[in-house]
């Protein structure tokens, strides 16, 4: 009881002295970190942070056409633009964390990601600008290098200066611009790509643009890095950390049911990221469509995603049973690759399917990881769980350039036919494993609810901490912590504080 009331007597003390400062603070709100529209204006900074990383991340996507005929490369050296991405976050989704806790901070880690992801689209531009294909990919890994780290940055910001009610809006808000970047940039490239002319100035011209963007980025993180240690001494806080703790021997410890969302994870995502990046002259050649219509139809899976995801995190929340979610999201998704591959219906069917479908599932499988692990190796099993999907995605990304080049389209859609498939056995058969043991992975929500309050009855008696293991929602600020660690979008009903760290978005 001592102990208590000291701690409530120091919470009074802190409150007193915030209270203090906030009177003795001269000038408007909008300057004043103590104000809400202080924050709201340093949120508005901070969805920039990564708008020019999700829009030249896309622009070959958009421009798939004019990549090939004016650096004379088939679709198997097309796609290895997007290869290179890939293959430098194989290892940075482990050290990204640890880079800017602990050697480069908060502030400067941001400010370095993004300016690799400004360095690397600007060497990309100058590549195209003069016809170098080797100049462009190296473009494209340097902004690899910073692309998806960028985002760690972001999120870290957000718990940083946001809590509650309010984090889960920004990490929603933060989403949607994101979308917004790869949609502007599906719909806008090909008219700047047509402004310039045509040939090896056009689409380096077109790639200048989204230079430019990023350097509007860069410049939002060198605002961000002031406005965030101007408020950290007025506030008298610590500077943000993500977090992240990563062991590699915790690998070792990994249940079957992990390894097994492992594979649907891969054998899932390469079926849709890979497919948007050479989708366009798809549907211009099976449809005949012009490129600009074309390009709208393969933004959908964006578009639907910023508005849909929000409503799915609702559902699976409120619902539980994120397991035979998951298993329904596949199987929509393999229903529309199926519906693109073998009928002449709208191409419009097919691809809004699959943008629910892909909302479903990012939303019912990354939070099933926190179920069947210990909180301590959570760090570890989302690091390697995203190494293995970048992986993933930076081998098919070629395999599939190269099916395209030999046997064309239709091999290409029962190439990721084949591979949604082994997903939806893999999640069919962690189905029948979990039933056949606790059936966590598909708890309804009233089971979890249930599970909560037993867990907090079983803490107060003991007066011992909560047992690691996430058996419920008990510890949804861990789940919540890493959903939003993968740009998952968090139902604003959700109330619980994300504590401490934030983590990366990662799925483009």
């Known amino acids: 009881m001592g102990g208590n009331s000291g701690s409530d007597d120091a919470k009074k003390e802190l409150k007193s002295t915030r209270d203090d400062d906030e009177s003795n603070y001269k000038g408007c709100n909008l300057c004043n970190p103590f104000h809400w529209s202080h924050r709201f204006m340093f949120l508005f900074v901070t969805c920039f942070l990564s708008f020019g990383n999700y829009f030249v991340y896309d622009n070959p996507a958009a421009l798939q056409d004019q990549f090939k005929e004016d650096l004379n490369i088939n679709t198997s050296q097309f796609m290895l633009t997007y ?3 890939s293959w430098p ?4 989704c482990f050290v990204g964390g640890f880079l800017m806790d602990k050697v480069l901070g908060l502030r400067w880690g941001a400010i370095l990601f993004a300016a690799l992801v400004t360095v690397g689209q600007c060497v990309s531009a100058v590549g195209a600008q003069t016809g170098s294909y080797p100049l462009v990919l190296a473009g494209r890994f340097i902004f690899g290098l910073g692309g998806e780290n960028l985002a760690v940055a972001q999120n870290t910001y957000a718990v940083s200066w946001f809590k509650g009610k309010e984090l889960n809006m920004v990490f929603g808000l933060q989403l949607s611009f994101s979308r917004v970047g790869s949609t502007v940039n599906m719909n806008i490239m090909k008219p700047i790509y047509d402004a310039f002319g045509e040939g090896d100035h056009a689409l380096g011209g077109a790639l200048w643009i989204g230079g430019i963007i990023c350097v509007f980025s860069l410049l939002c993180a060198l605002l961000a890095g002031w406005l965030d240690k101007r408020a950290a001494r007025i506030l008298k806080r610590g500077d943000g950390e993500t977090g992240e703790v990563i062991q590699l021997k915790d690998i070792l410890d990994f249940p079957v049911s992990f390894w097994l969302m492992c594979v649907i994870c891969v054998a899932y995502y390469v079926a849709v990221f890979p497919f948007i990046g050479l989708a366009l002259t798809f549907y211009q050649q099976k449809w005949g469509l012009i490129q600009s219509t074309a390009s709208t139809i393969n933004s959908l899976v964006y578009v639907i995603s910023a508005v849909a995801s929000p409503a ?12 035979s979610w998951c298993i329904l999201g596949i199987i929509a998704t393999l229903f529309s690759h199926m519906l693109l591959a073998y009928t002449f219906v709208n191409p ?4 809004i399917v699959m943008g629910f479908a892909y909302s479903l599932v990012a939303c019912a499988l990354w939070p099933m990881v926190a179920y069947v692990l210990p909180e301590h190796q959570l760090g570890t099993a989302y690091g390697f769980m995203q190494a293995l999907q970048n992986l993933g995605l930076a081998v098919i990304s070629m395999v599939a350039g190269m099916i395209v080049d030999d046997n064309g389209y239709l091999w290409l859609e029962m190439f990721f036919c084949a591979w949604l498939c082994l997903s939806l056995l893999c999640g069919v058969l962690l189905f029948f494993m979990d039933a056949a043991g606790s059936g966590i992975l598909n708890w309804s929500a009233e089971e979890r609810a249930k599970q909560d309050k037993e867990e907090e009855k079983r803490s107060l008696l003991t007066n011992e901490p909560e047992p690691t293991q996430i058996l419920a929602a008990t510890n949804q600020q861990i789940r919540l912590r890493y959903m939003s ?8 009903e959700q109330s619980v504080a994300i504590r401490h760290s934030a983590g990366v978005g990662v799925l483009k």
Request: aromatic residues 16%.
């Open 83 to 85: 290869s290179l991405y």
């Open 348 to 351: 419009y069917a097919g691809v």
């Open 89 to 92: 976050n194989v290892f940075l």
């Open 485 to 492: 660690r993968l740009n998952i979008p968090i139902p604003k």
């Open 312 to 323: 799915f995190g609702y559902l699976v929340d409120k619902t539980g049973r994120n397991l």
